[in-house]
C-alpha cells in the first residue's frame, strides 16, 4: 500500500529565516505530487505541482518555491519567511493517469512565523 | 463568483438524523468530483468519488447534477464520529487544476 509521509508535525521559524519541508511517497512510483496550504479556517490552496523529476508547475506567485529532486521527494522551500506564509503546509500524492485520480494528503507540517 | 461554493455551516444535528450538504461549481468543463471529510487539524482524508450515475458508500449517498453545476453529499443516521469539516472537491481538464471548497462543519450531538 502507498503511504506519504510529511515533516516537521510542526514548526516555528522567525519572520526572515529559511524554510525547508520534505515530503516523500512509498509504495508507488511516478506520481503526481502536490504542495497545498491551509490558512486558518479556510479551503485548501494549491501551491505547487509536479509530474516528474525535475519538473514543477506553480499556481500561485509567492516567495515559495519547490523542488522534486527524486520520483517520491517532494520539497517546499523558501529563502526568507512571511507572516503570510503562516498556515498548515499539506502534501499529497495522485496517480499519474486517470482523471478520477483521487489524491492523497501527507499528516501536514503546521508552519507558525512569527 | 467563487470556483467551488460550500454552505460554510456549521450544521447541528442530533445523532440518527439525515443531513445533506450541496456544493456548486462554476467551470461546466469539469470532469472529476470528490468529498473529502477533514478532521479538526488533520489532512483532508477521501470520503469517495462522485459519479454521473450517483453513487453510495454505506450511510453516504454522493450525487452529480451536471446541468445544474452541483454536487451533494447526503449522509443517513448520523454518527458522533460523522462530526468534521466536508470539502467538496471538483477537479478541472488537464487533470491537475483541483479546486476544493472551503468546507462545510458538521457536528453530531448525542
Known amino acids: 500500500s502507498q503511504t506519504i509521509h510529511q515533516w516537521p508535525a510542526t514548526l516555528v521559524q522567525p519572520v526572515g529565516s529559511p524554510l525547508s519541508l520534505e515530503c516523500t511517497v512509498e509504495?508507488?512510483?511516478?506520481?503526481?505530487l502536490y504542495w497545498y496550504r491551509q490558512a486558518a479556517g479556510r479551503g485548501l490552496q494549491l501551491l505547487f505541482y509536479?509530474?516528474?523529476?525535475?519538473?514543477i508547475s506553480s499556481e500561485v506567485p509567492q516567495n515559495l518555491s519547490a523542488s522534486r529532486p527524486q520520483d517520491r521527494q517532494f520539497i517546499l522551500s523558501s529563502k526568507k519567511l512571511l507572516l503570510s506564509d503562516s498556515g498548515f503546509y499539506l502534501c499529497?500524492?495522485?496517480?499519474?493517469?486517470?482523471?478520477?485520480?483521487?489524491?492523497?494528503f501527507g499528516p501536514g507540517t503546521r508552519l507558525t512565523v512569527l | 463568483r467563487k470556483e467551488v461554493e460550500q454552505d460554510p455551516g456549521p450544521f447541528n444535528v442530533p445523532e440518527g438524523a439525515t443531513v445533506a450538504f450541496n456544493c456548486t461549481y462554476s467551470?461546466?468543463?469539469?470532469?472529476?468530483f470528490f468529498w473529502y471529510r477533514q478532521d479538526c487539524r488533520k489532512e483532508p482524508k477521501l470520503l469517495m468519488s462522485?459519479?454521473?450515475s450517483g453513487n453510495e458508500d454505506g450511510r453516504f449517498t454522493a450525487q452529480l447534477n451536471r446541468a445544474s453545476q452541483y454536487i451533494s453529499l447526503l449522509i443517513r443516521d448520523s454518527k458522533l464520529s460523522d462530526s468534521a469539516t466536508y470539502l467538496c472537491?471538483?477537479?478541472?481538464?488537464?487533470?491537475?487544476?483541483?479546486?476544493f471548497g472551503a468546507g462545510t462543519r458538521l457536528f453530531v450531538k448525542a
Open positions: 499529497a500524492w495522485s496517480r499519474m493517469a486517470g482523471s478520477y485520480n483521487e489524491q492523497f
Open positions: 509504495g508507488t512510483s511516478n506520481p503526481n
Open positions: 509536479s509530474v516528474g523529476i525535475g519538473q
Open positions: 467551470n461546466s468543463a469539469s470532469q472529476s
Open positions: 462522485v459519479y454521473s
Open positions: 472537491v471538483v477537479k478541472g481538464t488537464g487533470g491537475f487544476k483541483t479546486i
